[in-house]
């Protein structure tokens, strides 16, 4: 197959290449319409004849690219470019049986294209044929009897007669219109001098902005023929055109080339590379081919074949260091360029191909090629830009987040690490590459199970308790996870997911199950309880039992209030240490060990820390949450930064050390009202306490909290990376602290929060899913202000007017659109009306209905009744056009017309 593929390459035969093992190809013979006129219409055809086929000149000129212009074939065109066939012409003495043998062509397509080609032909013949039946009678012989000689073509002619519009107009948006030309029996400028082209106007697809843009492209084609060639002749007269009495001097690329313009300079100095001797190694490598593939071909060794493709290399680097200027004119305010863009430079696919593998190959500082995005940055450091995008995803990314929703997050993020060049969605595309998966809506590190999808969900729709058997829950999951994940099994039992949804989760309840992150439990409280079932002389122990022996206790330092949450929360902790049942823990008296032992003889011997990749690798079938239980139940067992657990020897402290950091953390708790963080503490520690980091090996803020967690514990409430006082009631975090900070302002705006958050040295990009997640407790009075929901009021009589003027606005309809203008005819209040407060007062006041809006959509929204079953704004979208557009009516003019109508249009549908 290799030897096929370069043997069909070498037929090409451009100029120093070694053919001579190949056998060569006979030159087509084309007749032409002329050829046809001059012999008599009634003469037999000969069997040559029909063996090549009769084209007029236009047909012969006819682009191969809208001849097989189908859906599914444009490999085939590239692959004849690259064989050097562009028009029609070049196809006559093609063997398409030829095809059968390149990669990618089955026989169903092979024997479409020969159809295709079949059908051109003989449609062009057919109408060659009606030409010569209308030749019964020699030609009129013309009054005069002599036979004019033809007039010498001049350049200028010469220029318009053979330049195809298709070169002119070689952007990729002006395709269309190029095809429209041909159409109308268009192919070079000579034809174009007559044309109107204020009739593109008319034209589908062809809006005002391109048919300037085509105007300008053609003014400026023919400035530069006049510059070098002066006006064109016409039919009265044909003066020759003298290049001496320009305004300015010719250029040395006028004088001594044959090209036409720098374009041509460009094209032929890059052929000039690739057509030298061995400059089809780059080609090949181009399309894919191996250094042995190449050797094999050219009976060299793989190494001189690599050699030979650094040379090319090396001389396209010169090349496109001599052209740098001619580069920067063509992508003038570009920050960077894709393989498209590049196809401009160049007259056919192939050359684009072979320029841009050498720019992917790093020869040029101006040119760096991020592979994981496919373009090439210009002017611009890629290992840079890659760190920047590397930080992002490491310091602002969860390993599993809905991609809609951090939109704007990463917008401000791209925006703050100067590469705003970068969209979105491409850096969606950079994640995929770099070996992140898309399920649904949902972007991942790793692939997600059902257990993931499980616990995702309950975190965002089912975040207190559920009843994993339940059907109507069962069904709602199977919905959202559809929805979000795709995930569409229809297959699958309930049952099946009922268990993996109560593996991920925690027993609460009799069938009823919740979060391990909803448990809170003091460590003290825990161990006991774990001392009291080891010292228990009964194998055998009733977790009722056990329930009652801590009630007292378990009421004041947890929230767990009764047996079957007891249940959860002890398998959660020692799931592998006890046999667990129903309604009784057993305990195993065989020898083994218990995990916990096993990692803690484990880490003792590494005399280090180890990391959760080397102890998954030498102890096969740790889990996380076996690591998490070892830390919390083996007082030998620390977590000793992110990923790293240790055993306790490796720390050197001395009492001094101790009382050295307490007295930080006191200082700082008395000096920020009896709350601090590691982010505050660390510059202290390193500062004031710089051998205790050196000695113990501390990096960090992240290894100094945990290090700080597992000493001082007992004096203080860690929760990362917060640190409190031992009487803290509850979990806290980051969104705690901002509920309480809003609290004590009564009302605040998210600037002034930022500015807070900022001061605490806490990341102030995380505040809107912080308050996200106080939505329940907080009040949006705009966009940008918030206050505690217990502290707004609103009267009766108020709330009253409001549902009055929202149930007759939607009349008879089971929606209603507002637009912000709209809520200028309110009721008035304390507060400037606007979509946030308007939302906040439904959702806390107005129970029977809901707003739909985009999350920063501050020009429109719906409301609904709280049972309209849409609840986003496409869908809804979607309804209004189904209920108020018939279906034969649809097009983009009354789409377009409608959403203005109802205040929602958006300039993309």
Excluded at 662 to 685: F, W
Excluded at 874 to 891: A, C, G, P, S, T
């Amino acid at each position: 197959m290799i030897f096929d593929f370069l043997k069909r390459f070498f037929q090409k035969k451009p100029a120093n290449i070694d053919t001579s093992i190949l056998p060569q190809l006979s030159p087509a013979e084309v007749r032409t319409s002329t050829d046809l006129i001059q012999e008599t219409s009634h003469t037999p055809q000969s069997e040559e004849t029909e063996q090549n086929p009769i084209l007029d000149e236009k047909t012969l000129h006819i682009e191969i690219s809208d001849i097989f212009n189908e859906k599914g074939l444009p490999g085939c065109v590239r692959y004849l470019h690259s064989q050097g066939i562009f028009y029609a012409k070049d196809l006559l003495n093609f063997d398409f049986d030829s095809l059968y043998r390149v990669f990618g062509f089955g026989e169903k397509k092979v024997k479409r294209i020969k159809e295709i080609w079949s059908n051109f032909l003989q449609k062009s013949q057919s109408n060659i044929q009606e030409i010569c039946m209308q030749i019964d009678k020699p030609p009129e012989v013309s009054q005069t009897n002599h036979e004019e000689e033809p007039s010498e073509l001049l350049p200028l002619d010469e220029k318009l007669s053979k330049t195809p519009i298709s070169s002119i107009f070689n952007e990729g948006l002006l395709s269309g219109c190029v095809k429209h030309l041909h159409e109308k029996g268009l192919y070079y400028a000579k034809d174009l001098l007559d044309f109107d082209f204020k009739s593109l106007y008319l034209v589908h697809g062809i809006g005002r902005k391109k048919v300037a843009k085509i105007n300008e492209i053609w003014n400026n084609f023919l400035q530069e023929c006049r510059y070098l060639y002066g006006e064109p002749s016409n039919e009265d007269s044909i003066q020759q055109v003298d290049m001496s009495e320009s305004l300015e001097p010719p250029s040395k690329s006028k004088i001594e080339s044959s090209f036409e313009s720098f374009d041509d300079v460009f094209q032929m100095e890059f052929n000039t590379i690739i057509d030298t001797n061995h400059g089809d190694v780059l080609r090949l490598r181009a399309y894919g081919l191996t250094l042995e593939d190449i050797g094999e071909a050219k009976g060299i060794t793989r190494e001189r074949a690599r050699q030979i493709e650094k040379q090319i290399l090396l001389k396209m680097k010169s090349f496109i260091e001599r052209f740098s200027d001619y580069l920067d004119q063509k992508f003038k305010d570009r920050i960077f360029i894709t393989s498209e863009d590049i196809s401009i430079l160049f007259n056919d696919d192939s050359s684009a191909t072979v320029f841009a593998y050498a720019l992917e190959n790093n020869i040029s500082q101006k040119f760096q090629f991020l592979k994981e995005l496919d373009i090439f940055l210009i002017d611009m450091n890629e290992r840079k830009v890659k760190n920047n995008l590397q930080d992002i995803i490491e310091n602002y990314l969860p390993n599993t987040f809905k991609f809609d929703d951090y939109k704007d997050n990463i917008n401000d993020l791209l925006r703050e690490q100067g590469i705003d060049f970068i969209t979105p969605d491409m850096l969606k595309k950079y994640l995929l590459n770099i070996g992140y998966k898309e399920q649904g809506k949902y972007i991942s590190k790793q692939k997600l199970t059902l257990a993931d999808i499980a616990k995702i969900i309950i975190r965002q729709h089912f975040p207190e308790k559920i009843k994993v058997n339940d059907p109507e829950f069962i069904r709602q999951f199977k919905m959202i996870a559809k929805d979000e994940f795709g995930f569409s099994r229809e297959k699958i039992l309930d049952r099946y997911i009922s268990t993996r949804i109560s593996d991920s989760l925690l027993l609460c309840g009799r069938g009823i199950y919740t979060l391990p992150e909803n448990v809170s439990i003091s460590k003290n409280l825990l161990l006991d309880i774990k001392q009291y079932i080891d010292d228990c002389p009964e194998n055998t122990i009733l977790f009722k039992n056990i329930f009652l022996k801590f009630q007292h206790r378990l009421a004041k330092e947890s929230n767990i209030d009764n047996e079957h949450f007891l249940h959860g929360v002890l398998k959660l902790y020692f799931g592998n240490e006890y046999y667990f049942n129903r309604d009784s823990i057993n305990k195993n008296k065989s020898e083994r060990k218990n995990s916990h032992e096993i990692l803690e003889n484990y880490l003792g011997s590494k005399g280090k820390p180890v990391s959760k990749e080397d102890i998954n690798a030498e102890l096969p079938g740790f889990t996380s949450i076996m690591l998490s239980n070892s830390v919390n139940s083996n007082p030998n067992i620390l977590r000793w930064d992110d990923g790293y657990y240790a055993h306790k020897n490796v720390l050197k402290i001395n009492d001094n050390d101790i009382a050295s950091l307490k007295s930080i953390i006191d200082r700082e708790l008395t000096t920020n009202n009896n709350y601090t963080n590691i982010n505050i503490l660390y510059p202290y520690v390193r500062q004031e306490c710089y051998d205790f980091l050196i000695r113990n090996n501390i990096q960090g803020p992240s290894n100094l909290f945990f290090v700080l967690e597992y000493l001082l514990r007992k004096d203080y409430k860690f929760s990362n990376p917060h640190i409190l006082n031992q009487n803290t009631y509850g979990r806290f975090t980051t969104a705690n602290l901002i509920y309480n900070f809003i609290k004590e302002k009564g009302e605040t705006n998210i600037r002034e929060l930022s500015s807070y958050i900022s001061q605490l040295k806490l990341n102030p990009n995380t505040i809107y899913n912080h308050l996200e997640d106080l939505r329940d407790k907080i009040f949006y009075l705009s966009s940008e202000e918030v206050m505690i929901k217990e502290n707004f009021s609103i009267s009766e009589e108020k709330l009253d007017a409001i549902k009055e003027k929202l149930n007759g606005s939607m009349e008879d309809k089971n929606y209603l659109i507002l637009r912000k203008q709209d809520l200028e005819y309110f009721p008035y209040i304390v507060y400037s009306w606007n979509f946030y407060l308007l939302q906040s007062i439904i959702e806390s006041y107005l129970p029977e209905f809901k707003l739909i809006r985009e999350s920063r959509e501050e020009s429109f929204a719906f409301i609904v009744k709280k049972d309209f079953p849409i609840n986003n704004c496409e869908d809804m979208v979607k309804h209004i056009v189904d209920k108020e557009l018939n279906r034969k009516m649809i097009n983009t003019s009354n789409l377009e017309e409608l959403m203005r109508e109802k205040g929602i249009f958006n300039k993309v549908l």
